[in-house]
Structure formats: C-alpha cells, structure tokens
C-alpha cells in the first residue's frame, strides 16, 4: 500500500526494499518476541542491501530481546561465519 499512498499524494519512489524493510521494523517493534521478523529484515539486509553486518546486528539484537524461536536466529547468524 506504500507505492499507492505516495502516487496518490505525489511523493516521489523508493526503492521497494526499503518499504519492506520499513513494514519489517513496525512488526519487529510490535512483535519483539518473534525471531521471524529479525529473520526476514537480516535477509533483507543481507541479500538485497549488500550489508551482512547490519543484518548479523538485527540477529544478535533478536536474540538479546529473547525472540523464539532461538535456534532459528542463531541459525541464521551462523550463516555469516
């Protein structure tokens, strides 16, 4: 709905990933306790921003928050060693 909003209010585009990892944010903030969300924002990060270090960050911050299922961020993170 955010490409919509800004042609029907003028503004100009962003980069598609970037609204996804904007819904991404807002869900993780809603929903600290769910490792899927920082799963997909670091694969967002990852394979489509080109930045494995803010992706290992969002992990490490999931697991600090106590996100479960624990195994699959830590999964994840062990991916980028």
Known sequence: WLPWLRKLTGDEPVDLRDDLLWVYRYWNNRY???AEGYVLTALVWDKHKGDQA???QLLTLGLEKGAEPRDLLTWYL???E
Do not use: D, E, T, V
């Open 54 to 56: 803010r992706a290992r």
């Open 78 to 80: 062990s991916q980028f």
């Open 32 to 34: 600290p306790q769910r």
